[in-house]
């Protein structure tokens, strides 16, 4: 499986983004997905996992009741809806996917063995 991650933009402190991450290849119905972001200078770090089908979230704390990573097996897409943006929020965001069991999510960036081109998302004070 292929992903392309999309939906970054400018957008001003307080404002909502949605990010797309794209599949194409095999379902992407058997892939556990997460969402990292990596800041000008700053490691690659985990945003938000979601399990196979959907039912089963894990965030990271920055990311609790602000962001929301859902996802549409059928049209082989997983979203990470941003809300509430700050300025610290800026930075390259990337989907990535590994094959995985019912029920199971990862929040180990060096468990992922695909990865997708990112997609910036800048939020301006």
């Known amino acids: 499986v292929q992903l392309q991650a999309s939906g970054g933009g400018l957008v001003q402190t307080g404002g909502s983004l949605r990010l797309s991450c794209a599949a194409s290849g095999r379902t992407i119905a058997e892939y556990v997905v997460g969402w990292f972001r990596q800041a000008p200078g700053k490691e690659r770090e985990f945003v938000a996992t979601i399990s196979r089908a959907g039912t089963v979230r894990d965030y990271a704390d920055f990311a609790k009741g602000r962001f929301t990573v859902s996802r549409d097996n059928a049209k082989r897409t997983v979203y990470l809806q941003l809300s509430r943006l700050k300025p610290e929020d800026t930075a390259v965001y990337y989907c990535?996917?590994?094959?995985?069991?019912?029920?199971?999510?990862?929040?180990?960036?060096?468990?992922?063995?695909?990865w997708g081109r990112g997609t910036q998302v800048t939020v301006s004070s």
């Open positions: 990535a996917a590994r094959q995985g069991v019912t029920g199971q999510t990862i929040n180990s960036i060096n468990r992922y063995d695909i």
